[in-house]
Structure formats: structure tokens, C-alpha cells
């Protein structure tokens, strides 16, 4: 069972039974519309300039590793066209079960890997990861490789983001040199931004990375 306030460990968390079970949980859906709920706040941040998304506009953003669909669902009630992508099929299938709940063109979901997108460049205004991109380099045996997935996925990242795009990240780094490689990941390829912490004091836990795509 996923029990509150344990870490959960992927892939076993979101696989089979355990899938059905996050997607009844009333505290995760909580927890994840929530997250998801803030990381659309941040993305309309002063210190991130004047955003070019005009009333009226329906920007389309990519969601990371969409899990069960919960944060898909809080962007498509506020306004936003959807593309949720998850590496696990027992995941999306539930995700692909809300989907008759939407207009299906305003709501896509892909099976596939957040480090190797089947996306074209210049295609998303905005890019959203909800408690997901930690497990990007869950299978990574070094630094070296770690920092060798986070960056190469943060230049493609780039890539099929619009001029100006804005990319919001919430997640659990385990601590301050975990965060670093992260947030350098995207600073040091083209990105600029800043991370906020729930609490400034605490050493891991959630945090949120929102960055904005220069040139
Ligand atoms: C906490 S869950 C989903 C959170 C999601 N925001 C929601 O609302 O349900 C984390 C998800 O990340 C997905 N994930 C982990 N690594 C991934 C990867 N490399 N590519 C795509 N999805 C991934 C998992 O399959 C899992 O569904």
C-alpha cells in the first residue's frame, strides 16, 4: 500500500494493484492537485518577466510524467489544451479512463520516457512536472551519469518548448547537492529561473524549480 509521507520507490509504487490504489487515494489526489494547483501560480510569476500568454489563449503544456492524470485534470479546468506523458502503462490507462471526461482534442496522453520525447521542436508554450522528475536518474549508477541524463533531457526540453516558454518543475530533491545538479541542469543549458522551497529551512523535500527559456 502507499502510505502517507513514505517515499514512494519507482517503478513498484505505480505498478499493478499499487496503480489502482494511488488513483483512490483521497490524500494523493489532494497532494497532487495541490502541487499541480501552485506549480500554475508559479507559472505566471512576476520574477519570471511578463508572460505572452494573452486571455482567451488556450497554451498548451506538457505534463511529465502524468501519472494517473490528476494534475492533467487541474490544467484542463483551468484553461489549458493537455499532453500528459508516463512511462508506465498502468498509470496512464487510468489516466486514459478521465480522458472521456474532456474534450478529446484539448487532452492527449503518450506512453513514453521523459528522456527520450517523441516530440517535435517548438511545439509546447509551457512544460509542468508534478512529483515526477526525480525519477528520471532512478536507474543512473553515477554523478557522471546522473548529470549526464538531467542535462541532455533539459536541452531537448528546450527544444520543443515556444519562445518564452516557462518550465515548472515540483519535486523532492533528497538534498542541497541533488538540487544543484538539477536546477543546473536547465540553467546551464539556456534556461533562467530560480527554485522556491516550501520551507526555506527544510534541506530536501518539495521544492519547485521554475524556469523560463531564454533566446
Ligand atoms: C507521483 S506519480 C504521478 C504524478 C502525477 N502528477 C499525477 O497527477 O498523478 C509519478 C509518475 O512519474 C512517472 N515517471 C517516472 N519516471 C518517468 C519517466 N522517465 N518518463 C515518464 N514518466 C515517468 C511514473 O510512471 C509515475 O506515474
Redesign the pocket.
Known amino acids: 500500500m502507499t502510505q502517507k509521507n513514505k517515499t514512494?520507490i519507482?517503478?513498484f509504487?505505480?505498478i499493478g494493484e499499487k496503480?489502482k490504489e494511488?488513483?483512490r487515494q483521497k490524500w494523493?489526489e489532494r497532494n497532487?492537485?495541490n502541487?499541480?494547483i501552485r506549480c500554475l501560480e508559479y507559472l505566471f510569476d512576476d520574477k519570471l518577466g511578463k508572460s505572452d500568454i494573452e486571455l482567451g489563449d488556450m497554451p498548451l503544456i506538457l505534463?511529465?510524467?502524468?501519472?494517473?492524470?490528476?494534475?492533467?485534470?487541474i490544467f484542463l479546468e483551468n484553461s489549458f489544451k493537455v499532453v500528459g506523458?508516463?512511462?508506465?502503462t498502468d498509470?496512464?490507462t487510468i489516466?486514459s479512463k478521465k480522458r472521456k471526461s474532456y474534450d478529446y482534442k484539448y487532452f492527449e496522453l503518450v506512453l513514453?520516457?521523459?528522456?527520450a520525447l517523441p516530440f517535435r521542436v517548438d511545439c509546447f508554450n509551457h512544460i509542468i512536472?508534478?512529483?515526477?522528475y526525480n525519477?528520471?536518474t532512478?536507474n543512473a549508477k553515477s554523478i557522471r551519469e546522473i548529470r549526464k541524463i538531467l542535462n541532455n533531457t533539459a536541452k531537448y526540453l528546450r527544444k520543443i518548448l515556444k519562445k518564452n516558454g516557462r518550465i515548472i518543475i515540483e519535486f523532492y530533491p533528497k538534498n542541497d547537492s541533488e538540487l544543484l545538479l538539477f536546477t543546473k541542469s536547465f540553467t546551464e543549458h539556456g534556461f533562467n529561473g530560480y527554485m522556491v522551497k516550501r520551507d526555506p529551512k527544510q534541506k530536501g523535500g518539495q521544492t519547485f524549480l521554475l524556469m523560463k527559456k531564454e533566446g
Not at 513514453?112 to 528522456?115: A, K, L, S
Open positions: 514512494p519507482f517503478p509504487s505505480y496503480a494511488y488513483d494523493m497532487q492537485k502541487a499541480a505534463d511529465l510524467g502524468c501519472g494517473t492524470g490528476f494534475s492533467c485534470e506523458i508516463d512511462i508506465l498509470m496512464i489516466a513514453g520516457d521523459i528522456t512536472s508534478v512529483s515526477s525519477f528520471i532512478h
